[in-house]
């Protein structure tokens, strides 16, 4: 098969388009993200998020996420009608900074996670989760 | 939701002190999430567990806030430091105000 100009540009408009429409659904989960570090920078290390690459069945989607030394977690899901999943405070006696759960997700999104360490500072993890059927009913 | 709710905790019965143990917990509960329609395209208003804790003689491990973004049969793992003999409870709080509760006592040996 060959491309024309206009194939090429009706390709690289339907591109842009595909990437544009995912922040779309961001803003509630900035909202949400807002409300639980208080704007404050968030790194990278020290956290980690397990998720699977592909979800067949959006209703339960097993995760785990573990971040030593933190004081509470926070799951989010940017795609879902309404983003959080679940806060974990972790106690004194806590074993490790380490939770495992399964949630719902409404299509293929990021799946976010956030810890609160226990000297304040954040950090942030991410991963993205092909859905093939939505767990969020119609 | 008050009936046929029955948690279920995989807990182990002895530790050695000072041991980090992991704890397996599930709860039956359809955990309708408020999202969904009937039939006639009414909305199912929301039912979840909306909160769990665990805590060991009075020393709080974990507490989980929940939203509906939870599976239904709610499912968490975790890890625990067992200082020394004593009961663990677990508690699940409804959106409806019921509380269900279990308690396993882990001894030390």
New interface residues.
């Given amino acids: 098969m060959e491309f024309s100009r206009r194939d090429t540009l009706v390709l690289g408009l339907g591109a842009a388009v595909a990437t544009v429409l995912p922040f779309r659904a961001f803003a509630a989960a900035d909202e949400a993200i807002a409300a639980f570090t208080g704007g404050a920078e968030m790194g990278t290390a020290g956290i980690t998020l397990t998720a699977p690459e592909i979800a067949e069945n959006g209703?339960?989607?097993p995760i785990?996420v573990s971040a030593a030394g933190a004081a509470s977690i926070i799951v989010l899901?940017s795609g879902?009608?309404?983003p959080?999943?679940?806060?974990?405070?972790?106690?004194?006696?806590?074993?490790?900074q380490?939770?495992?759960?399964?949630?719902?997700?409404a299509g293929t999104q990021d799946v976010i996670a956030i810890a609160k360490m226990a000297d304040g500072s954040f950090v942030k993890a991410s991963s993205t989760v092909k859905v093939t059927i939505g767990?969020?009913?119609? | 939701m008050a009936s046929g709710v029955k948690p279920r905790v995989k807990a182990p019965k002895k530790a050695a002190a000072g041991e980090?143990?992991?704890i397996k917990t599930l709860i039956s509960h359809k955990m309708e999430?408020g999202?969904?329609?009937d039939g006639d395209g009414n909305p199912i208003p929301r039912s979840i567990i909306n909160r769990f804790t665990?805590?060991?003689d009075g020393?709080?491990?974990?507490?989980?806030?929940?939203?509906?973004?939870?599976?239904?049969n709610?499912?968490?793992?975790?890890?625990?430091?067992?200082?020394g003999a004593g009961d663990m409870v677990f508690t699940w709080y409804d959106d409806d105000g019921d509380v269900y509760s279990t308690t396993k006592s882990i001894a030390i040996g």
């Fill in positions: 209703n339960t989607v785990s899901a879902n009608p309404t959080e999943v679940a806060t974990f405070n972790f106690g004194e006696l806590a074993g490790s380490d939770a495992a759960t399964r949630m719902r997700l767990g969020c009913g119609g | 980090i143990v992991t999430s999202q969904r329609k665990c805590d060991f020393m709080n491990v974990i507490d989980v806030e929940m939203a509906p973004a939870i599976s239904t709610p499912y968490f793992q975790f890890d625990a430091m067992i200082p």
